[in-house]
């Protein structure tokens, strides 16, 4: 799984992922609240988890 997030540091504005499943962003959803926590839910039963700036700032 590849994602990538854009923050303003306190509220996520944006994100994106690829995974087995297929490709998904926000504009996939009526409530961000339920993207995010679908996103959550792939990282964690993950074994390959890719992402852009992932130590310092995504997680």
Do not use: P
């Not at 339920?34 to 996103?39: C, F, P, R």
Request: aromatic share 8%.
């Amino acid at each position: 799984m590849c994602f990538d997030l854009e923050s303003d540091g306190e509220k996520i504005n944006e994100f994106a992922w690829k995974s087995r499943l297929g490709v998904k962003s926000e504009a996939d959803f009526k409530k961000q609240e339920d993207g995010v926590a679908e996103l959550v839910n792939l990282i964690n039963s993950g074994s390959l988890i890719i992402g852009q700036n992932i130590k310092e700032f995504d997680l």
